[in-house]
Structure formats: C-alpha cells, structure tokens
C-alpha cells in the first residue's frame, strides 16, 4: 500500500493511505536514501510504500520503500555534528515564527534558516508574531527586520497568534498546500496552529522566565490535514541551525540578493571575499545589501555553526 508519514516518533511511523486510513508503521533494516546519512530514515511528509501486517488487530505494517522526494529541509544536529536530522519533506513552502525577545530570534538563525530553504528550493515566509506585545520602539525595529527581508526578496508579515491579527492572511496563503511551521521555542507555532485551526487544541506552554526560553511542547513533527484543503506542519522548537552539504562556491547563489548581482561580478566564479570588481561588495558599501546579512554568509563560509548565537544584527 501507499501512504505518507503524518507522524514519526523516532520508531513508529503514522501513515495515511490515499484511502484516509492510518496504520501505525514501523521500518525492518537500514534505510540509505540518496547517500544522506540522517538520524531519522523517514521523515514527516515522505510518501511510502508500505506491507500490513497481516492478522494484527491494529492497522499496522511495515515500510518497505520511500518514493522519491521532491524536496526536503535539513539541518545538522546541534550536538551531534557528524549528524544530520531531516525535518520533513515534499513540503510547498515554509513559515519562519520571529519574535524579537521573548525568546529572542537572531538574524544568524533566521540567514541559516533561510540559506537552507533556498538550497532545497523552499519558499520561506518570515512571520514577525507576538506584535500586539512590543513598545514603539520594538515595532520599529520589527519594521527594519522586515523592511531588511523584503529587499532580500522575502515575504514577511506581521502577525498575532495570540489575538488573531493577519491570521487569515497566513490561512490564505497556505490554501492548497503543505506548509511547515518552524522557530524556536516559545515563538508561539502552536498558538498559530490553534488560531488558524481550533479544533485541532494542540498544547501550548508559557515561557520560561527564568531563561526567556520556550518550553518543549511539540516533541516530534507532525503534520495535520485542515479543514480548508490544507495540510500543515508542526516541528519541534529548534535552538540552532547548522547548514549541511554546501560548497563554497554555491553559498553565495542561497542569498538572493547576493545571486540577483552575481553576474556584475568580475570574476564569474566570484566568492564576495578579497575579489576587486566585486559587485555584492560595492552593493554593500552602497547600503543596498544588509551588513547582518553579509556577515552571516561569512560566518557559514568559515563554517562556524556554532556562532548562531550571535546577533549580527544588533553588532551592525
């Protein structure tokens, strides 16, 4: 039978065939796809093919084979550098929750975040949530964060999960496809969820004062069908967002802006280091390309995934 992953645990697999029934899947052996050596085989949003187990009283069975995908999002895992973990797959377009404190989200996430989209040919939209919270201060600085991602070329929008503002904008856009929510921790993912899809009540959970971190509320990604021909996904906070699998020479193509002007460079294969004639430079001395931006391409050319941390932004 054929089915795609709602669910995974690590172990169990939850696959709904294209009848809407689910069956509790597990794996037998190895699974190698495609040379990636992942922490998890098979990922939320992977269609499957898969044997019942007969005389089970249960809908079990046993995935045989993953189709091929047509994209995937992946990030190395933080403490295990060798490691990588892939976050789900066949996904149409992507939502980033932003919050400028509480928990604060860093530009250098939010560049990694975006730096992976790219290469694995995901739409990324930036949502800016908790702004029913901020001083006039916070919102001006929202407004230049935005201002600063829409001239790199993405959308971003301004919401409140909490009190609906722009909910229905989200909704709109995820009409008709797999979306995947993502952030870290206490950005507010399943208080979107719930505002966008009500019955679904997933578990939400206060900040942590003592560290202005997010609790762990959703511990494994799940995807969930709305009731407005739309599916989504939920994933579990992320602290940081190691980039995997990428040449020098190609980093500079994953920040639109840089790519956009690529081809005024002097040199064809220009890295936007010590070359003269550099275009993505002079735009930068210029004031057209963000120096937050430009320092976080540094930072993933030197291969620092450990600098996520830092808010080149605020060091500006």
């Excluded at 939320?44 to 079990?60: S, Y």
Aim: proline content about 3%; overall charge negative; some cysteine.
């Amino acid at each position: 039978m054929q089915g795609t992953v709602y669910k995974s645990t690590g172990s169990w697999y939850q696959v709904k065939t294209e009848d809407g029934d689910f069956y509790e899947c597990r794996i037998k052996g190895k699974f190698r796809i495609q040379g990636i050596k992942s922490t998890n085989p098979v990922a939320v949003g992977d269609k499957v093919i898969f044997d019942p187990e007969e005389g089970a009283d249960d809908k079990t069975g046993v995935i045989k084979k993953i189709l091929e995908r047509d994209n995937y999002i992946i990030r190395k895992s933080v403490n295990l550098s060798k490691q990588t973990h892939i976050i789900a797959s066949n996904i149409d377009q992507v939502f980033l929750l932003v919050t400028l404190n509480n928990p604060p989200t860093l530009t250098t996430f939010i560049d990694r975040f975006l730096v992976t989209a790219e290469a694995y040919d995901i739409t990324a939209v930036l949502l800016f949530n908790k702004i029913d919270t901020y001083s006039i201060e916070e919102l001006a600085e929202v407004k230049y964060l935005a201002e600063m991602y829409r001239s790199a070329g993405y959308e971003c929008i301004g919401i409140s999960a909490k009190k609906g503002k722009n909910v229905d904008k989200v909704k709109e856009m995820m009409t008709g496809k797999t979306s995947m929510i993502s952030g870290h921790s206490g950005t507010g993912k399943s208080t979107l969820i719930n505002a966008i899809e009500p019955s679904l009540d997933l578990k939400t959970a206060e900040i942590s004062r003592q560290h202005s971190q997010g609790q762990h509320t959703t511990t494994f990604a799940e995807m969930f069908d709305l009731s407005f021909d739309a599916r989504i996904i939920d994933t579990p906070g992320i602290k940081g967002f190691g980039v995997v699998d990428m040449e020098r020479e190609e980093i500079g193509d994953y920040f639109p802006e840089f790519f956009e002007r690529k081809q005024d460079c002097k040199f064809h294969n220009c890295l936007h280091l010590e070359e003269p004639k550099c275009a993505v430079k002079e735009a930068l001395e210029n004031g057209e390309i963000a120096w937050s931006r430009y320092k976080s391409y540094l930072q993933i050319m030197e291969g620092e995934d450990d600098n996520y941390r830092i808010d080149q932004y605020q060091n500006k």
